[in-house]
């Protein structure tokens, strides 16, 4: 049973799609945060453009949400180019890439998403196609097969993945620069939400965007959902704007507390308390014992666990810390697990 989560770092749907669209800064200096990645590209992109050149090809990798399209559709932007777009389980054959790659323009930008997901064969075909623009395209087969060599326009592959360790090697060391993106700070985070209520012409109390983006994991996809939620309940329950006490409820109602957590980071916590006394435990059987995707807490549940000092990666797998035990106020007994405190959320 996979939780549809709203603290998930994943895209959920069109409508939300398109909420994000209207919220995608559009250049450099928009985007807020990831100060190295952005210096590193303005250099890139003044260089190339001085030189009339397409820029090399570039991978962005990191957790969901943290900016990897927008910043590729920046860049495309900031060069003046168009940009296509696809991912990787989507080019399942060789002919889903050749109709894209024969229409890029020079200068023009490829946008792969989940570009670890690619098949081996389509990977193998966009090879010569990113060091060489060429591809050699196979037409029919057996007795008949011929290899026709298509010369390309000199374009920028622009990857995006959440996984770089899964990227081949090959794959990997075609791309001129790799950026891995970090999470953002909650000044920054609450600058993204300032921005974004001006665009939805949001009025706030002082003081609630901070909490808000407190709340968001270091994510600004993260932040704008919530920033939608609480948007909806201040509508509903309240005059619309937004105050501390609607933040409250509203995130009560979404039981996410005040670090962000939800119920499925919670469930993760207590299964390795609980069941596994504390851990070591291997990922794949904490995925089993809640019934959920090993790649959700791989992607999204375990680095901000990580990163918050919640959980602990050692050889032998995952453990809880005593933080994290605080926070649920749980005890840890060999073959014991006490609790001290009722659920945060029992109403
Ligand atoms: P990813 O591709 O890494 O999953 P996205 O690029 O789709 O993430 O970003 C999700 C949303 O977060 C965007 O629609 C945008 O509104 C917001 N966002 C991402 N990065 C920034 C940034 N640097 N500044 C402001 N908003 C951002």
Sequence with gaps: MAIDRVISGNRRNEQEENFNLSLRPKNLSGCVGQKNVKEK????????????????????????????TTLAHVVANEMGANIRCSSGPALVKQGDVMGLLTNMAQGDVLFID????????????????????????????????????????????????????LLSAPLRSRFGMLYHLEYYSTKELTEILHRSSQLLS????????????????????????????????AQVKGSGKLSKNILDNALKMERIDELGLDELDRSVLRA??????????????????????????????????????????????????????????????????KHSEPDLFEQ
């Design 41 to 68: 590209l303005l250099i890139a992109i003044e260089a190339a453009k001085g030189r009339s050149e397409p820029l090399e090809h570039i991978l962005f990798y990191g957790p969901p949400g943290l900016g990897k």
């Design 114 to 165: 989940e570009i670890h997901r690619l098949s081996t064969p389509v990977e193998e075909f966009i090879y010569p196609a990113m060091e060489d623009f060429k591809v050699d395209f196979t037409v029919d087969s057996g007795m008949h097969a011929k290899t026709i060599n298509f010369p390309l326009k000199r374009f920028t592959l622009i990857g995006a993945t959440t996984r770089a360790g």
């Design 202 to 233: 949001l009025g706030y109390d002082d003081g609630t965007l901070e909490l808000i983006a407190a709340r968001s994991r270091g994510t600004p996809r993260i932040a704008n959902r919530l920033l939608k939620r609480v948007r909806d309940y």
């Design 272 to 337: 390795l308390a609980e069941v596994y006394e504390g851990g070591p435990a291997g990922i794949e059987a904490i995925a089993a014992t809640l019934g959920e995707e090993r790649d959700t807490l791989e992607d999204v549940v375990e680095p901000y666990l990580l990163q918050i000092g919640f959980v602990r990666r050692t050889k032998r797998g995952r453990e809880i810390t005593k933080a994290a035990c605080e926070h649920l106020g749980i005890e840890i007994h060999k073959n014991k697990t």
